[in-house]
């Protein structure tokens, strides 16, 4: 089940950027497992990775590879995580690496392994082996609809959008694709996410618009509270658009943050409405607090609390799990008898307790909704953040019960 996401009829291609998609046999129904996406010579790429402690073989060689070679190929495979696979894993990654240079051309260190699916499991090379020269043959421009397909695993949704801005007259263009339903609370990255323009920009301010865009996007959602051990995300500028360098310095630079940031937020919002289970689509904004960070606290304390999801699911205004979860973050300071708690446009807690004009009725109204607004004013700074979540549905229990079935 999906709350109001569909798959994109149109996606723009990225000048400099060559996509492909086939299936090798990793995933047990013959669906499409490796995708390809070639980058030309002159683009600037940055990555941010997950910081789970049991990082998979594949990131740990995409870190090693990006700070010795400009990205020239990134190639991901869904259906086997290769993580917790210990050196074999390791060997094995760099092995498709090897296949992978050799079908293109470059040097292993310019290829980018990335790898989603089931963890513990060993990565079957001669899958790549055999089907690499027939997906690198294929190698198109408009093909991004089917790269997005290639890496879902318990996606039901294809998460891909594109955008266009005008800039001295001008056209850029930002494309991205995403996967990710489950084990979705992401650290420093989403599960997977490429995304690529064709503006032209300096590598580390290139970095430094990832970085803040994920802090603003990926890093801003949870499902279940669990970090994978294979998040990546992926930003490419080929510079090959009419427009000159992009710097911070101009007012072009607001214009371009401001639509990769569209774009990001869109890819990770449609995670959420495609998470596993799912049934609402729930934003949690913590305002007038003393920090970001304070703020950021307590938007995840709700959205992570089993009591505050099941309630969702059931459409149940118990408002008083809200509030026990807000009373347990982990922020100094917290004064509840100032705080207040809004449902929709509902006040549901004043000044620390039940507003004398709130109704059942009207919490039930909002609740009862398949997109759901949680505003927590804490009525202490100008600080203010966003995060995003799903319910806990019967089918989430048995979609993970069931995901080595």
């Known amino acids: ?22 299936a090798a046999g990793i995933k047990k129904s013959g669906a499409t497992d490796i ?55 390791y060997r094995n990654a760099v092995k498709t690496c090897e296949l992978a240079a050799a079908q293109l051309g470059c040097s292993v260190e310019e290829v980018l392994p990335f790898s989603t699916g089931v963890i513990g499991e060993h990565l079957p090379v001669e899958c790549f082996l055999n ?23 318990t996606d039901t949704v294809a998460k891909a959008v594109s955008r266009q801005i005008e800039i001295d007259g001008e056209v850029i263009t930002i494309t991205g694709i995403a996967k990710g339903s489950g084990m979705i609370k992401p650290n420093m990255a989403t599960m997977l996410g490429y995304i690529a323009t064709d503006a032209a920009i300096d590598h580390a301010l290139l970095s430094d618009c990832l970085k803040s865009s994920v802090e603003s996007s990926f890093n801003s959602i949870t499902v279940d509270g669990d970090t994978s051990t294979n ?63 304070d703020a950021k606290t307590v938007a995840y304390t709700v959205a992570h609390s089993p009591l505050v999801k099941t309630a969702l699911f059931a459409s149940d205004p118990n408002w008083g799990r809200i509030l026990a979860a807000v009373g347990r973050a982990e922020v100094d300071n917290i004064n509840v008898a100032s705080l207040s708690i809004f449902l929709g446009d509902v006040c549901i807690v004043k000044n620390g307790g039940r507003d004398p004009a709130y109704t059942e009725e009207a919490g039930q109204t909002v609740m009862s909704q398949d997109e759901i607004a949680i505003t927590i004013d804490m009525a202490q700074g100008d600080q203010q953040a966003t995060v995003w979540t799903s319910d806990l549905s019967y089918d989430y229990v048995k979609i993970n019960a069931e995901y080595r079935s």
Not at 245 to 268: G, H, P, S, T
């Open 35 to 89: 995708v390809l996406i070639e980058i030309c010579e002159g683009a600037r790429c940055s990555a941010v990775f997950t910081q789970n402690r049991f990082r998979a073989a594949p990131v740990l060689i995409s870190e090693k590879h990006i700070k010795q070679a400009s990205p020239r190929l990134l190639m991901i495979n869904s259906g086997n995580a290769n993580a917790g696979t210990g050196e074999s894993g």
């Open 1 to 22: 089940m999906t709350v109001n996401i569909s798959e994109p009829e149109k996606l723009l291609p990225i000048d400099g950027i060559r996509l492909a998609a086939g």
């Open 231 to 293: 998040d990546s995300c992926v930003l490419i500028a080929t510079g090959r658009s009419a427009v000159s360098e992009i710097n911070k310095r101009d007012e072009r630079y607001e214009v371009f943050i401001k639509a990769l940031n569209e774009v990001m937020q869109f890819l990770a919002q449609a995670i959420i409405r495609d998470a596993e289970g799912v049934t609402k689509f729930v934003e949690i904004t913590v305002s007038s607090a003393e920090s970001y960070n």
């Open 131 to 153: 089907a690499l020269p027939s997906i690198v043959q294929s190698l198109a421009s408009d093909y991004w609809l089917s790269a997005a397909k290639g890496i879902m695993t």
